[in-house]
């Protein structure tokens, strides 16, 4: 058994979400909520001054395991995850070989049970070797265990022939399997993975303009109107597409979607500042973009976030721009981040930025996780949100060092962690 004593409970759904209590979890679960709690022979953890929460939930996390793992393994990601507070991460299936059948899910998720710090899901492709052109076998997948399909960071990232695009919704319609798109029209991207902006203009390189990754947007809209099925977008970039999501969210369409902890706090200038560390794909906008994302995210137009975590090799970094790797690692960082850029300016209230890391994430994918309750498994995250440090991306347990914010002063460290009644990280450090 384990207690935890008087830490201040975040609870994003009541309307006094703030509240001291203490937590009793046996095995697996939460058992007892309340004040005064005891329990004889129960591990002790007093979170006094400290903040309780669901264990965060990553929709969005580059694993690179099976074929990449000079760059991260399920064991080191794992690690970085439960360092960062999330109790649950979704890996995407640009491994090698790709997710894309029965077997290899099953071969990822039984590696990712023993080798995994935290509890692993996984996407599955949408199409075969995430080409864009042959589905799946839906059906199968999702009784390998795939939790949501996408072709996120395989070939175009997501299928661009319209004939595919409708095939596919009705597929997964057919076997109940939410899709995730990353929006990105292939024909009109330019692969700088720079925004058309006043720096691209600065650097005298060609950049590509939001409208790449609106029309894909639009026309996945135009097919879901005829044909509603549970539809993700992901790590959204552009005011235009908060726009989109937001009208057609109001005809009751039934999407959702999420934006990452880097296009909520950063724009294209970070270019100027840390290069390569900041190229990302979809890129970082202007402040306007970035503004209209915050919005959405305050308005629930938005419902998640999601990390992006993608991590690669230094030297494939230390390079000229065009021709750096695509993504930072943000798994360590991403709740210090939105907590110090977004909560303490009083941008986002830490509920709602809570419920964006658990509730909603877990809404989307169907997980009975994602709260703070009797009856639920024990996956909890106590912060300290007093304490300001600096971020020592040297101290990462993720195999990825590319961070535009290393040395950033952050507040906002998972102090323990608990994963299904196990204690994973204890006292900021993994156990
Ligand atoms: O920044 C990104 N990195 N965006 C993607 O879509 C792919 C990802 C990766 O796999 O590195
Ligand atoms: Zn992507």
């Given at each position: 058994?384990?207690l935890?004593?008087n830490?201040?409970?975040?609870?994003?759904?009541?309307?006094?979400?703030?509240?001291?209590?203490?937590?009793?979890?046996?095995?697996?679960?939460?058992?007892?909520?309340g004040?005064?709690?005891?329990?004889t022979?129960?591990?002790l953890?007093?979170?006094?001054?400290?903040?309780?929460?669901?264990?965060?939930?990553?929709?969005?996390?580059?694993?690179?395991?099976?074929?990449?793992?000079?760059?991260?393994?399920?064991?080191?990601?794992?690690?970085?995850?439960?360092?960062?507070?999330?109790?649950?991460?979704?890996?995407?299936?640009?491994?090698?070989?790709?997710?894309?059948?029965?077997?290899k899910?099953?071969?990822?998720l039984?590696?990712?049970?023993?080798?995994?710090?935290?509890?692993?899901?996984?996407?599955?492709?949408?199409?075969?070797?995430?080409?864009?052109?042959?589905?799946?076998?839906?059906?199968?997948?999702?009784?390998?265990g795939?939790?949501?399909?996408?072709?996120?960071?395989?070939?175009d990232?997501?299928?661009?022939?319209?004939?595919v695009?409708?095939?596919?919704?009705?597929?997964?319609?057919?076997?109940?399997?939410?899709?995730?798109?990353?929006?990105?029209?292939?024909?009109?991207k330019?692969?700088?993975?720079?925004?058309?902006?006043v720096?691209?203009?600065?650097?005298?390189?060609?950049?590509?303009?939001?409208?790449?990754?609106?029309?894909?947007?639009?026309?996945v809209?135009?097919?879901?109107?005829?044909?509603?099925t549970p539809?993700?977008?992901?790590?959204?970039?552009?005011?235009g597409?908060?726009?989109?999501?937001?009208?057609?969210?109001?005809?009751?369409?039934?999407?959702?979607?999420?934006?990452?902890?880097?296009?909520?706090t950063?724009?294209?200038?970070?270019?100027?500042?840390?290069?390569?560390l900041?190229?990302?794909?979809?890129?970082?906008?202007?402040?306007?973009?970035?503004?209209?994302?915050?919005?959405?995210?305050?308005?629930?137009?938005?419902?998640?976030?999601?990390?992006?975590?993608?991590?690669?090799?230094?030297?494939?970094?230390?390079?000229e721009?065009?021709?750096?790797?695509?993504g930072?690692?943000?798994?360590?960082?991403?709740?210090?981040?939105?907590?110090?850029?977004?909560?303490?300016?009083?941008l986002?209230?830490?509920?709602?930025?809570?419920?964006?890391l658990?509730?909603?994430?877990a809404?989307?994918?169907?997980?009975?996780?994602?709260?703070?309750?009797?009856?639920?498994?024990?996956?909890?995250?106590?912060?300290?949100?007093?304490?300001?440090?600096?971020?020592?991306?040297?101290?990462?347990?993720?195999?990825?060092?590319?961070?535009?914010?290393?040395?950033?002063?952050?507040?906002?460290k998972?102090?323990?962690?608990?994963?299904?009644?196990?204690?994973?990280?204890?006292?900021?450090?993994?156990?």
């Amino acid at each position: 058994m384990l207690l935890i004593k008087n830490g201040i409970l975040v609870n994003t759904g009541s309307k006094n979400p703030l509240q001291q209590v203490d937590i009793l979890v046996s095995g697996k679960k939460i058992v007892k909520i309340g004040k005064n709690l005891t329990a004889t022979k129960a591990q002790l953890i007093n979170a006094k001054g400290r903040i309780i929460t669901a264990g965060l939930i990553d929709l969005h996390t580059h694993l690179r395991d099976p074929g990449f793992t000079s760059k991260e393994t399920i064991a080191s990601g794992s690690a970085a995850a439960a360092l960062g507070g999330f109790t649950t991460i979704v890996a995407m299936p640009n491994t090698q070989p790709r997710m894309d059948t029965a077997e290899k899910i099953k071969s990822f998720l039984a590696r990712a049970k023993s080798e995994g710090v935290v509890n692993i899901l996984t996407t599955g492709n949408l199409t075969q070797n995430g080409e864009g052109k042959l589905l799946t076998n839906f059906a199968a997948l999702k009784k390998a265990g795939v939790k949501i399909l996408t072709d996120d960071g395989c070939g175009d990232s997501h299928p661009q022939d319209l004939e595919v695009e409708k095939k596919l919704i009705a597929a997964a319609k057919k076997v109940k399997l939410p899709v995730m798109m990353h929006a990105e029209d292939s024909e009109m991207k330019c692969n700088t993975h720079l925004h058309a902006g006043v720096v691209a203009k600065k650097l005298g390189i060609r950049g590509s303009s939001a409208e790449c990754e609106t029309v894909m947007i639009e026309r996945v809209l135009e097919l879901l109107r005829k044909n509603p099925t549970p539809y993700h977008f992901t790590h959204l970039s552009a005011a235009g597409s908060v726009d989109l999501i937001r009208v057609a969210k109001k005809r009751g369409l039934p999407i959702t979607a999420d934006t990452t902890p880097h296009h909520l706090t950063l724009t294209e200038k970070a270019i100027l500042d840390s290069g390569t560390l900041a190229k990302v794909n979809p890129p970082l906008r202007s402040e306007a973009h970035r503004k209209a994302l915050i919005a959405g995210v305050k308005s629930g137009v938005i419902d998640a976030i999601a990390t992006d975590h993608a991590p690669h090799l230094a030297e494939e970094k230390n390079c000229e721009f065009t021709k750096a790797a695509v993504g930072l690692v943000g798994l360590e960082t991403a709740f210090a981040v939105l907590y110090t850029d977004l909560v303490k300016r009083k941008l986002l209230t830490l509920p709602q930025l809570i419920e964006k890391l658990t509730t909603a994430p877990a809404k989307i994918l169907k997980l009975k996780a994602g709260e703070i309750k009797v009856g639920k498994e024990a996956d909890i995250t106590i912060w300290d949100i007093e304490t300001a440090y600096k971020i020592d991306k040297t101290k990462f347990a993720s195999k990825g060092r590319n961070t535009p914010w290393n040395g950033k002063k952050v507040f906002g460290k998972a102090t323990d962690v608990i994963v299904g009644g196990k204690i994973v990280v204890k006292a900021g450090k993994l156990v």
